[in-house]
């Protein structure tokens, strides 16, 4: 088996391949068996052209140049003129949020930063640009970015320039987890119980406020249901935020309002463990147009926590034991 570190693809075994998972022998279309010191001496020919093609003066000229682009964009968006920056970007450039969101064109992005820094948002000890060496075109730096809610994440902004504009901008968070427990809000709150449920394990555990504790998509989605029927309201009130996070995965609380059809109200804190699972990604195309099953490691929903923090009682909010459920 051949792992790449990087995706963590895993490919069959050829019956050529040795016990070490490696194989000697490659055919061309004929079928006459190529030594591999030749494929060897193709790599390193191709490998050679790319750095030479890197280390050209055209080259350094042009990344200078769009890295001053960027460094421009970089200060304007400080001084928090919109107008300026957004004339760095080309008039059908995209820009990918942290929520998964896309925003096309050069006027919905003004429009949208503009929104966003008047509802508090703010990029803190912003790192600088770092050329990536397998895109030339794609720039990356690191970031802190406090969002209207007032929490802060670290997050990794990813630019792509072509003929000096800013074509595209991703921004992700450093911590792949906390994405998906940003999506799974998103998905609550669309009451898109099939995108919540993508999001999680084939094992996940659910336990409620109320003491209901459930195990496996198919016990949650019928949870769903239920809640459907018997809460008038479920809102979040605060973002997701880091409690733990390791190189597995992590820890993310947010604060929920729920009010059944009964009558009670309760405040509540939902917890998500995520953890990275082994999962079937889509397919890879060969270059002789065959497709092979790629596998990886992609974050997941184990375990949704909710615990009751204040309950009204006789129209008092009342504090709950943190310890114990509802």
């Not at 699972?277 to 195309?285: T, V």
Request: proline share 4%.
């Amino acid at each position: 088996m051949v792992s790449c570190c990087g995706c963590f693809a895993f490919f069959r075994r050829t019956p050529r391949q040795s016990a070490r998972g490696v194989s000697f022998q490659s055919t061309v279309s004929g079928g006459t068996p190529q030594s591999p010191y030749k494929e060897s001496l193709k790599r390193v020919t191709v490998s050679d052209s790319a750095s030479r093609l890197s280390q050209s003066p055209w080259r350094k000229e042009q990344s200078s140049g769009e890295l001053a682009v960027l460094n421009l964009y970089s200060e304007r968006m400080r001084q928090m003129d919109f107008n300026g920056c957004c004339a760095l970007l080309a008039q059908d450039a995209a820009y990918h949020s942290m929520n998964g969101d896309l925003i096309s064109s050069r006027a919905a992005i003004e429009v949208w930063i503009d929104e966003q820094a008047r509802a508090g948002r703010r990029n803190r000890e912003e790192k600088p640009w770092v050329q990536c060496n397998s895109a030339p075109h794609m720039w990356s730096r690191e970031m802190k970015v406090t969002f209207p809610s007032r929490i802060t994440h670290d997050v990794i902004e990813t630019a792509t320039l072509e003929d000096g504009n800013i074509t595209r901008i991703d921004m992700a968070p450093k911590c792949p987890a906390l994405r998906t427990a940003m999506q799974f809000a998103e998905a609550r709150y669309e009451h898109n119980d099939r995108k919540a449920l993508d999001l999680m394990s084939v094992n996940v555990s659910w336990k409620t406020w109320d003491g209901i504790e459930v195990r496996g998509k198919d016990a949650v989605k019928k949870l769903f249901r239920d809640m459907n029927g018997r809460e008038v309201k479920r809102e979040g009130t605060t973002e997701f935020e880091c409690a733990q996070v390791n190189d597995v995965g992590g820890c993310f609380v947010r604060d929920l309002d729920i009010e059944r059809v009964d009558g009670i109200k309760v405040k509540t804190r939902q917890k998500l463990y995520i953890m990275g699972e082994l999962s079937e990604l889509d397919p890879i195309e060969l270059p002789n147009g065959e497709r092979r099953k790629c596998w990886g490691m992609v974050p997941k929903i184990m375990e949704v926590d909710v615990l009751t923090t204040e309950e009204m009682v006789n129209g008092k909010w009342m504090k709950c034991d943190s310890k114990t459920w509802a």
